[in-house]
């Protein structure tokens, strides 16, 4: 799996995350072709910086419809009304939805109906775009990045004078690894703190990787503060999340269906990561079940013993798979029927799924005297909002 690490020693802006893809190998020509699917108008610019030790790319990128009073929903249907690939443009999304998200706490106003300004115009809109763009390009499927330094001292917004960091910027870093790296000022924009917030797999250390390239990003004007992105192959059991398992099966054809529950619940609480049965056909045309455990390979001879203790079997079959899991997280969603626990699946940082809990959807219809569907469609609804998986 090809793997970006960015190094924000320096903090980011958005168009220096971008010079620095473009330094690693990303072709100008083929981002300026590609954001034609945005529209018309949209004018990047490369150069050359070589004041600062190591030759780095400054990058340039204006549009000639730079309106900055969009609110989220208006940035939204631009990314929507694009002729840009759907993954292109659910990344796009997601990313902006995190910074609409993170305006919205701090005004007390729903995501849809934050004003973006500078972030919502098409020259940053644009921005975003050539950075998903780039990383295609050089595919880039797992994205990292180094500790954040927040900078001090006071920026002027279009709101007034605020801290640095912004509350903003504060607000998208939440369980992200922050750091002073005694420089002042402001460090890091909020729109490239949501594309590596949003974007980023992991931060903090490097990981463990073959490097292959690197490529530097370098702001605007004379001593400009720079970062880089250092690109290479993840080993494959990091990169993909695989673990090996141990498996314990075995058939049963003379035991008392109603003891079934009682022995997958004795295994769970024996620590097997995962129980379940198959019905089978044996010999004799004989009906049977399978009974399958996936477990930690140390527990074994554990669940092995549970087995034979409560089943009348008298042998089981024992072996080693690999396991590979998507990243997973449990999120509590608001909904007019109470908190709701949802599971959320992430591949290459995308959501690929998301599953409302089951018995806390049945709870809320009991309670609240509503049918379960409209609970689960209402869950659903309100978390494809929250991730930003709905426009």
């Not at 002729?83 to 995190?98: I, M, N, P, S, Y």
């Not at 463990?208 to 390239?213: A, C, F, G, T, V």
Request: glycine fraction near 8%; aromatic fraction near 4%; hydrophobic fraction near 40%.
């Amino acid at each position: 799996m090809r793997t970006a690490y960015f190094d924000c020693f320096q903090g980011a802006t958005e168009t220096m995350l971008l010079g620095a893809l473009i330094d690693a190998g990303a072709d100008p020509e083929r981002l300026r072709a590609d954001l034609a699917g945005l529209g018309d108008g949209c004018a990047l610019t490369v150069t050359r910086d070589r004041d600062r030790g190591v030759a780095a790319t400054r990058v340039t990128l204006k549009a000639k419809d730079d309106a900055i009073k969009r609110e989220m929903r208006e940035v939204a249907g631009v990314i929507l009304k694009s002729k840009l690939e759907t993954g292109v443009q659910e990344r796009a999304l997601r990313v902006f939805h995190r910074l609409a998200l993170a305006h919205g706490r701090l005004q007390d106003l729903s995501p849809e109906r934050v004003i973006m300004h500078e972030a919502g115009s098409m020259t940053a809109i644009a921005t975003v775009v050539a950075f998903i763009l780039s990383l295609d390009q050089l595919g880039l499927t797992r994205l990292c990045c180094s500790a954040l330094p927040l900078g001090s001292g006071t920026v002027k917004t279009p709101q007034g004078l605020m801290p640095v960091p912004a509350p903003v910027v504060v607000e998208l870093l939440a369980g992200i690894p922050v750091c002073d790296n005694g420089e002042t000022g402001e460090q890091l924009t909020p729109l490239a703190a949501a594309m590596l917030s949003t974007l980023c797999r992991d931060a903090g250390k490097l990981p463990s990787m073959h490097l292959s390239s690197q490529g530097w990003g370098v702001g605007s004007g004379r001593q400009a503060p720079m970062c880089r992105v250092l690109t290479g192959a993840a080993e494959a059991e990091e990169a993909e999340q695989r673990e090996t398992v141990g498996v314990v099966e075995t058939n049963i054809d003379d035991a008392n269906p109603q003891f079934h529950e009682y022995v997958v619940d004795r295994l769970f609480e024996a620590g097997a990561l995962d129980v379940f049965l198959t019905p089978i056909v044996m010999k004799r045309g004989r009906s049977g079940i399978k009974l399958t455990a996936l477990v930690a390979p140390d527990k074994q001879e554990l669940i092995t013993d549970i087995i034979f203790a409560e089943t009348p079997s008298v042998g089981v079959r024992t072996y080693q798979a690999e396991r590979r899991m998507l990243d997973r997280e449990i999120m509590s969603i608001s909904t007019d029927f109470g908190p709701i626990r949802v599971k959320v699946a992430r591949q290459m940082g995308a959501i690929t799924n998301l599953m409302p809990e089951y018995k806390d959807c049945v709870s809320a219809a009991k309670k609240q005297g509503v049918p379960l569907k409209t609970v689960w469609q209402a869950t659903l609804s309100q978390a494809l909002q929250q991730t930003g998986r709905a426009g």
